[in-house]
């Protein structure tokens, strides 16, 4: 036996809200970040994922603290993401109540970055996300929130990160973000079968099936969606009892009570 | 006071967040003398077993705990905080641990992954006044896990084979897992736990 499969949700923030995108452009506002937070911790939501998606210098310090409060309100594992370059940036998230941070074009500019978050936090605490579009028949790195091709196979980079140290992987489909036409399965099978760690992939989940059809037919151990989360298209219960009769292991949902 | 012992390691305001959002004061204590006067002890930890045994007996824990559990003070462990109970870890064969309980830690093996993450069901199988209702579905992240000696196994996970989630004696309780990251079934065993030692 082994661990259940996840279901993931995530917030996307830029300037302090959560926003919605297609194909990782036309952004838009949704809501609170706290009270997203407190309605997916409640409704059963295995994990929660904040990414800060364009942290600049400046906005560090704003999305730190938001993380931070969003951490308040979680008793499930929480992971931050959105420009973090160094192995100290990733302690001071680590410090305000997360459980793991995610890092993108930094650790490709300079792949010892996840060494060195793996050495001093462990692997467990250290997330390789990808940003990954198709290109012909192969798959492309692409890096600062999807703007910039690297030429980089996703394939390799997936295998050097993991030997470099990180503990998981999340792959976010460029192609299929926004589109709900269902996950990449090819590319996540891609990446999914040739790590060794967990694999969380994202983009393009519209409906419980999309799920389902993920831990069927991939290795991956988790699955990510936002804004159909946020928008109630579709609810956490729903996912993971669709999941459960299907015949997937996964963590039944219950009514979070606090006193 | 419910004390989470405070020796630099684990996610510690996590587990004191948890204790309030059931209706529980705990305090992070690094002082010596206040762990001393606690009603409750909770030893967290994450990592490498070595380095929390370093930080710990730096700190100058050890005389603190032994004594509380000498003296009936309710102890819980978590994650590597509960293998500290046990004499040693074979991830770290020159640190020491606290000898509370009989067995040792081992490096999982025959398991699908290493290190286990994510979410497990715990099946409790001993019998223990803190642990009603306690089965139920956890947050697991470790490589090594406690082998204890018989008796001491108050639950269990399949992870590749049967493992211990939960050990304990009288007085003393310890957690593979984190509660603290475990939504309500986490919530419930510290409320459970916090209640009994109230």
Redesign the interface.
């Known amino acids: ?4 499969k ?1 279901v993931i949700a995530c917030l996307d923030v830029r300037a302090g809200k959560v926003v919605k995108s297609v194909r990782f452009v036309d952004t838009k506002d949704i809501g609170d970040a706290i009270e997203l937070a407190r309605r997916y ?1 409640e409704e ?1 939501v ?1 994990e929660l994922l904040f990414l800060d998606i364009n942290a600049s210098h400046e906005r560090r310090r704003t999305a730190v603290e938001l993380a931070s409060r969003v ?2 309100e979680l ?3 929480f992971t931050v993401g959105g420009g973090i370059a160094s192995a100290d940036a990733a302690g001071e998230i680590l410090r305000t ?1 997360a ?1 793991k941070v995610a890092v993108n074009s930094a650790a490709v500019r300079d792949p010892s970055l996840l060494t060195a978050i793996a050495e001093r ?4 605490a250290c997330v390789l996300s990808m940003d990954v579009r198709r290109s012909g028949a192969t798959f492309e790195v692409v890096v600062d929130g999807g703007r910039v091709p690297t030429g980089r196979d996703a394939v390799a980079w997936a295998k050097e990160g993991c030997a470099r140290g990180a ?2 992987i999340l792959l976010n489909s460029i192609d299929r973000d926004g589109t709900k036409l269902g996950f990449d399965l090819e590319m996540t099978r891609a990446i999914a079968e040739v790590v ?3 694999v969380i992939a994202s983009g393009g989940a519209s409906s419980a099936e999309d799920f389902v059809t993920l831990f069927r037919q991939t290795p991956a ?1 988790a699955g990510l969606a936002a804004s159909i989360f946020h928008y109630r298209e579709l609810t956490i219960p729903h996912v993971k009892a669709t999941i459960a009769a299907a015949g997937i292991r996964v ?2 949902t ?6 | 006071m419910i004390a989470i012992a405070d020796y630099g390691v684990g996610n510690l305001a996590s587990v004191r967040k948890a204790f309030h959002a059931v209706g529980h004061e705990a305090e992070l204590v690094r002082d010596v003398s206040r762990l001393r006067s606690a009603r409750a002890i909770v030893l967290p930890g994450v990592g490498h077993f070595g380095h929390c045994s370093r930080e710990f007996h730096r700190y100058g824990l050890g005389p603190a705990v032994s004594d509380a559990r000498s003296r009936g003070v309710p102890l819980l462990g978590i994650c590597v905080g509960m293998q500290l109970f046990f004499e040693g870890s074979e991830e770290a064969d020159d640190a020491p641990g606290l000898g509370l309980l009989a067995g040792t830690v081992r490096k999982m093996r025959g398991v699908p992954r290493l290190p286990q993450i994510g979410w497990n069901e715990v099946r409790v199988s001993g019998g223990h006044p803190w642990l009603a209702a306690a089965d139920g579905w956890y947050y697991f992240v470790h490589s090594y896990a406690a082998e204890p000696d018989a008796g001491v196994t108050l639950g269990t996970v399949d992870y590749g084979g049967e493992r211990a989630a939960i050990v304990g004696t009288e007085g003393l309780l310890g957690v593979q897992f984190h509660p603290e990251k475990s939504g309500p079934s986490g919530l419930r065993l510290l409320d459970a736990w916090a209640r009994a030692v109230s």
């Not at chain 1, 936090?121 to 467990?124: F, I, K, R």
């Not at chain 1, 219950?254 to 006193?259: C, G, H, S, Y």
């Open positions: 036996m082994t661990v259940a996840r911790n059963g295995d951490a308040d008793f499930i594992p109540g459980d936090y462990g692997s467990q503990g998981e060794d760690v967990p151990d963590r039944p219950e009514a979070f009570v606090r006193r």
